[in-house]
């Protein structure tokens, strides 16, 4: 479930065991986006006023793991 504040709340579908869980944070267009296993499950916005976000995961089984991955950022430089 993903709720956003003054916003409605969105039903995602069920997280089972070996699905990938992917966010993607775009500070540019304050942007949050959720996908399960590569696929866009959901988008929210935050705040101009936030500087800082803070990610909590919790693990439950043996043999899970995160994994931090940063995303290069596309830059037109036009042609030369």
Request: glycine content about 4%; proline content about 1%; charged content about 30%.
């Amino acid at each position: 479930m993903l709720s956003e504040e003054q916003s409605e709340t969105k039903q995602l579908e069920h997280i089972k065991d070996s699905d990938i869980i992917g966010l993607t944070v775009d500070f540019d267009n304050r942007t949050l986006e959720f996908l399960r296993n590569g696929v866009f499950q959901a988008e929210c916005t935050f705040p101009l006023d936030v500087k800082k976000l803070y990610l909590i995961t919790h693990l439950d089984a043996d043999g899970d793991r995160v994994e931090l991955r940063q995303k290069a950022k596309v830059v037109d430089l036009g042609s030369a």
